[in-house]
């Protein structure tokens, strides 16, 4: 299995542990609950682009959005945010933390590393967006 495989399945399973759990933010702060929801459709949308095809975007908005849930989690057990803080640091969370840590490094990996150029560009084609498998 390729690295970018791994990332686009660790997207997809941070993106559904968030859909699975946002009914129960939802009421406990809605805006927390809307965020779930945002962020596993975003992460399921991610992990079907990355798994497709490998893409410096598609790596870029995973590694973001994974930084920024993996903040939230963090500041909502620590400092806690605006109307919200929770005291768990429950197992669904720590899978999450751990998929998301490996999306950012994944990507921090994959974008560093030189981008192969087809054959086809090689010989003076129409520059394509090289994969890294």
């Known amino acids: ?15 559904l542990i968030h859909l699975v759990l946002a009914p129960e933010y939802l009421g406990e702060q ?8 945002a962020g596993g459709v975003t992460c399921l949308g991610l992990g079907a682009w990355l ?7 598609a790596w870029a908005l995973g590694a ?7 903040a939230g989690f963090v500041l909502s057990r620590t400092t806690g945010l605006p ?3 929770e005291s768990e640091w429950e ?22 590393a030189p ?3 087809p054959a086809a ?7 394509a967006q090289p994969a890294l498998d």
């Open 1 to 15: 299995m390729t690295l970018r495989r791994i990332a686009a399945a660790a997207l997809a399973l941070t993106g």
């Open 30 to 37: 809605a805006y927390v609950g809307v965020l779930f929801i």
């Open 64 to 70: 973001l959005v994974c930084a920024g849930m993996f």
């Open 115 to 117: 981008r192969r150029r």
């Open 83 to 85: 109307g919200f803080k």
């Open 51 to 57: 798994w497709a095809r490998d893409d410096a975007r």
């Open 121 to 127: 560009a090689a010989r003076g084609g129409r520059r």
């Open 91 to 112: 197992l669904s969370g720590i899978v999450t933390l751990i998929c998301e840590a490996a999306v950012i490094a994944l990507a921090a990996v994959a974008l560093r």
